[in-house]
């Protein structure tokens, strides 16, 4: 029984490479759209761009603009990780009729998403009611996202 499941944990994480390969690959043309200087990142971080894109987690700053090297906003952080969890099609789809915090109204763009992760525990504001969905998104506050949102607790 042990080695049934050792296999079939071999058999999950190729395919689960095997596809993530296809989706790099099959992005590769969408990547290349964007005239900006992501090809003057590395070779790894232009294959997560792929990953990314090809999966429709990130599709650019603009039409033309993938700026890899840019800084973030907290609200456009609180769409990624939406994203990653919900996939777009169903975070396209999320509705809100409010946000905790006060500068965030419920019809600014980035309102479903700062509700969910904030309703999820993701992300919190100020302790006064705020987020501050302009300002810039620190990559230690991002990588606290992400840990978060796989289940850590945010109080650590």
Same mark, same amino acid.
């Given at each position: 029984?042990?080695? *049934?499941?050792?296999?079939?944990? $071999?058999? *999950?994480?190729?395919?689960?490479? $095997?596809?993530?390969?296809?989706? +790099?690959? !099959?992005?590769? %043309?969408?990547?290349?759209?964007?005239?900006? @200087?992501?090809?003057?990142?590395?070779?790894?971080?232009?294959?997560?761009?792929?990953?990314?894109?090809?999966?429709?987690?990130? @599709?650019?700053?603009?039409?033309?603009?993938?700026?890899?090297?840019?800084?973030?906003?907290?609200?456009? &952080? &609180?769409?990624?990780?939406?994203?990653? $969890?919900?996939?777009?099609?169903?975070?396209?789809?999320?509705?809100? !009729?409010?946000?905790?915090?006060? @500068?965030?109204?419920? %019809?600014?763009?980035?309102?479903?998403?700062?509700?969910?992760?904030?309703?999820?525990?993701?992300?919190?504001? %100020?302790?006064?009611?705020?987020?501050?969905?302009? +300002?810039?998104?620190?990559? &230690?506050?991002?990588?606290?996202? *992400?840990?978060?949102? $796989?289940?850590?607790?945010?109080?650590?």
């Amino acid at each position: 029984m042990r080695t *049934l499941k050792k296999t079939l944990s $071999l058999v *999950l994480v190729v395919a689960m490479v $095997l596809g993530l390969c296809v989706v +790099g690959a !099959s992005a590769k %043309d969408k990547v290349e759209s964007f005239t900006d @200087d992501y090809q003057k990142v590395g070779a790894a971080y232009q294959e997560a761009m792929g990953v990314l894109v090809g999966v429709g987690i990130i @599709d650019g700053m603009t039409e033309t603009a993938l700026e890899p090297q840019g800084t973030y906003t907290r609200e456009q &952080a &609180a769409k990624i990780i939406t994203y990653m $969890l919900m996939g777009p099609e169903n975070a396209e789809k999320l509705g809100v !009729s409010g946000t905790k915090f006060s @500068d965030v109204a419920a %019809d600014r763009w980035s309102a479903p998403y700062v509700a969910y992760c904030a309703n999820m525990g993701i992300l919190a504001g %100020d302790g006064q009611g705020h987020f501050f969905p302009e +300002g810039k998104q620190t990559g &230690a506050a991002f990588a606290k996202m *992400l840990l978060v949102a $796989l289940g850590y607790d945010p109080a650590i």
